[in-house]
């Protein structure tokens, strides 16, 4: 189960799972190209965030249970191309915080950024 969002809705984002790996994908669209012609990084972080809180799964009623307090994203090159796919996987699971980290690649493979993030439980 995902948690669903109706900004995540309004993106378009695509949800996969393959083991202990997230995959969250984005169809591009021209609204989210900054003034230079690439794929805005506003859009890229929202990418990787979606992806490392989507590790945890949400609670019986579908609701998030944790709040994003630390984000970081590294961009590597300038992101251009059909799609963006994010990888998420889970780095540590503890009792109040969990530590994720995430790739993002274009459509021709190329890896685009990195995202490293930190997330609070609301309960415990």
Same mark, same amino acid.
């Given at each position: 189960? +995902?948690?669903?969002?109706? +900004?995540?809705?309004?993106?378009?984002?695509?949800? #996969?799972?393959?083991?202990?790996?997230? %995959?969250?994908?984005?169809?591009? #669209?021209? !609204?989210?190209?900054?003034?230079?012609?690439?794929? *805005?990084?506003?859009?890229?972080?929202? &990418?990787?965030?979606?992806?490392?809180?989507?590790?945890?799964?949400?609670?019986?009623?579908?609701?998030?249970?944790?709040?994003?307090?630390?984000? #970081?994203?590294? +961009? !590597?090159?300038?992101? #251009?191309? %059909?799609?963006?796919?994010? *990888?998420?996987?889970?780095?540590?699971?503890?009792?109040? &915080?969990?530590?994720?980290?995430?790739?993002?690649?274009?459509?021709?493979?190329?890896?685009?950024?990195?995202? *490293?993030?930190?997330?609070?439980? !609301?309960?415990?």
């Amino acid at each position: 189960m +995902f948690i669903k969002q109706p +900004f995540d809705e309004f993106l378009g984002f695509s949800y #996969k799972r393959d083991m202990n790996i997230l %995959e969250v994908g984005l169809q591009i #669209k021209d !609204l989210y190209l900054n003034s230079v012609g690439v794929i *805005h990084g506003g859009i890229i972080s929202t &990418l990787a965030d979606v992806a490392m809180s989507n590790l945890i799964p949400p609670n019986q009623q579908g609701l998030q249970e944790i709040v994003t307090v630390d984000l #970081k994203v590294s +961009f !590597l090159k300038p992101a #251009k191309g %059909e799609y963006l796919r994010a *990888h998420a996987n889970l780095v540590k699971d503890g009792r109040k &915080l969990i530590f994720t980290e995430c790739q993002i690649y274009n459509s021709t493979e190329d890896l685009v950024a990195v995202a *490293h993030g930190i997330f609070s439980r !609301l309960t415990n």
